[in-house]
């Protein structure tokens, strides 16, 4: 089963790394491509941000302390919502159990997520 969901993971790395940063119009260049391990993303010539596809209009640094943490994380996200608060941001890069407190694709993506 360990074998499976590595070779699975894998897949999924190489079809991430394979699918890159698109451009729409000629005009519009990826102008830096940052991998951090969790999301290959790209910064694009007109200041928007793109991952998976799709194009964001932000690139937020969230940091704070989740509760019974010893120290602080930052949590990077791009976003297409002007502000994500900490809380929210916590909860939806995969520590709550609720569906209800996850993004969808194109409101948000986590793309690194580090502790200070």
Same mark, same amino acid.
């Given at each position: 089963?360990?074998?499976?969901?590595?070779?699975?993971?894998?897949?999924?790395?190489?079809?991430?790394?394979?699918?890159?940063?698109?451009?729409?119009?000629?005009?519009?260049?990826?102008?830096?491509?940052?991998?951090?391990?969790? /999301?290959?993303?790209? =910064?694009? *010539?007109?200041? #928007?941000? &793109?991952?998976?596809?799709? +194009?964001? /209009?932000?690139?937020? =640094?969230? *940091?704070?302390? #989740?509760? &019974?943490?010893?120290?602080? +994380?930052?949590?990077?996200?791009?976003?297409?919502?002007?502000?994500?608060?900490?809380?929210?941001?916590?909860?939806?890069?995969?520590?709550?159990?609720?569906?209800?407190?996850?993004?969808?694709?194109?409101?948000?993506?986590?793309?690194?997520?580090?502790?200070?």
């Amino acid at each position: 089963m360990q074998k499976l969901l590595s070779v699975v993971l894998l897949i999924l790395l190489i079809i991430a790394t394979l699918t890159g940063c698109q451009t729409k119009s000629p005009e519009v260049s990826v102008k830096n491509t940052i991998d951090t391990g969790v /999301q290959t993303y790209c =910064e694009m *010539s007109d200041g #928007t941000w &793109q991952c998976d596809g799709r +194009s964001y /209009q932000y690139r937020l =640094e969230i *940091s704070g302390r #989740t509760p &019974q943490a010893a120290v602080d +994380s930052t949590f990077v996200y791009l976003s297409n919502l002007e502000e994500i608060p900490f809380e929210q941001a916590w909860k939806a890069a995969g520590f709550s159990s609720s569906s209800d407190d996850y993004f969808s694709p194109e409101d948000a993506v986590l793309v690194e997520w580090r502790t200070e």
